[in-house]
């Protein structure tokens, strides 16, 4: 009771036949049933402030019951779960049936025979883990457990390369290394690229902006973030920085590429950001022989 209200007295109704009543507060009861049946039974209190609370509730009395043990309630995908069956009786002539359901769409994607079974769950959701239970009688019970299938958080992950030393500021940067632990999301993560604090807006990227070049303009240590989110929006974050020594680019060309002897191949260089102590382009004529 609240407050400094105290109970002074007790009443229990077993629908059994058994009633007990008795001043002070309630205590365990131990009470035998010989049917099977449901049996509603009450509990009535009443406090020294003469107050009077009553609780109505059901026992079901019956065999076989069927109670579902499982390792855990919840967990990710490719976790191997283990029911078991427990039975109110020792009877080695029950049968097990187990059906599990997937609650956003009310299908049965699997049944299962035996008092004990494995199972790793390959989707993301919630399900309704159902035993039924029958004795050679035909008697049957039947219990539920619902079990969450949780998504884990990605994987970031990117390196970088200058793959021209010609064009020691065009980077190529390669997120392929990211993924989802949640397989079923396989080629579903997007990726979201921001150098030093700028978001990059690029339309035409190989792998959903998993690979991409980017020129830097500027010597220094670039910050280079990389956030790839799954399709449960839930996201990963990889930092790292980019050194770059020089935006000094050189464009070479050579028309044509093949020719005959005493064919005239035209070279050609250019460097748009080199500084003034160096050419901007240059043009060669050679002829071979």
Known sequence: PTGWAK??????IFWNGVERRYDGSPKIERVVYSKEWNYPVSLKLTTNEWRVIERIFTI???????????????????DKF?????????????????????????????????????????????YNIQ???K????????????????????????????PDKAKPNRVLFDGTKSYDPDFSDSGKLKYIWTINGEKIDIEALDS???????????????NVVLEVVDPDDMNAVK???????????????SLPRVTQ?????????????????????????????
Do not use: M
């Not at 002539?93 to 390959?122: A, E, M, P, Q, R």
């Open 60 to 78: 079901a009395i019956h065999k076989p019951i069927a109670t579902i043990q499982a390792n855990k309630d919840d967990g990710y995908i490719g």
């Open 7 to 12: 109970f002074r007295r007790t009443e229990w």
């Open 135 to 162: 004795d050679a009688a035909w008697n049957q019970d039947t219990d539920t457990k619902i079990i969450y299938i949780n998504s884990r958080a990605p994987i970031a992950e990117f390196s970088y390369t200058i």
């Open 82 to 126: 283990t029911f078991s069956a427990r039975t109110s009786v020792n009877e080695k002539n029950l049968s097990y049936t187990w059906n599990i359901i997937d609650i956003s769409n009310d299908k049965i994607i699997s049944t299962k025979n035996g008092s004990l079974f494995n199972h790793v769950f390959s989707e993301k959701g919630r």
């Open 239 to 253: 930092q790292q920085k980019v050194t770059i020594s020089s935006i000094v680019s050189v464009e070479f060309s």
């Open 131 to 133: 035993l039924q239970i």
């Open 208 to 222: 959903k902006w998993a690979i991409w070049y980017y020129i830097f303009e500027n010597v220094w240590d670039q």
């Open 261 to 289: 002897r005493w064919g005239t191949v035209r070279f050609s260089a250019t460097s748009p950001a080199s500084t003034a102590i160096t050419r901007e382009s240059c043009c060669q004529v050679a002829r071979f022989q």
